[in-house]
């Protein structure tokens, strides 16, 4: 979010600048949504990691996303867009590592 700030100037410089602030501030819609995310994966402990089936594919997907799946039942995977279009890939960072994993 970009916020403007109007400072008067200082001196002989009596004019007024507009001054932008890139502030790390989040809208009630992230809020929302990250929340949401938190209540859904927060605690959960990974069982089994691996690509989804060619069945599970079915005919609408063309690249192949990695599927996480928790003790619990769920499971998460990526997709291309909010839509569900196709799979999608996930980035891996650490303090030492980061890496794409791929959809295949």
Known sequence: ML???K???VGDYPSTSIIN???NIMSKTEIKWQN????????KTISHVRYLTKKEMGDYWYKNPLLI?????????????DEGNDGGAYYYFGKKKQEVIPTL
Do not use: N, Y
């Not at 949401?36 to 605690?43: E, T």
């Not at 799946?69 to 998460?76: H, L, N, Q, R, Y």
């Open 36 to 43: 949401h995310a938190r209540k859904l994966l927060v605690g």
């Open 69 to 81: 799946e928790f003790t619990d039942g769920t499971a998460i995977l990526s997709q291309s867009d």
């Open 7 to 9: 400072t008067r100037g």
């Open 21 to 23: 602030l890139k502030l």
């Open 3 to 5: 916020k403007e700030i």
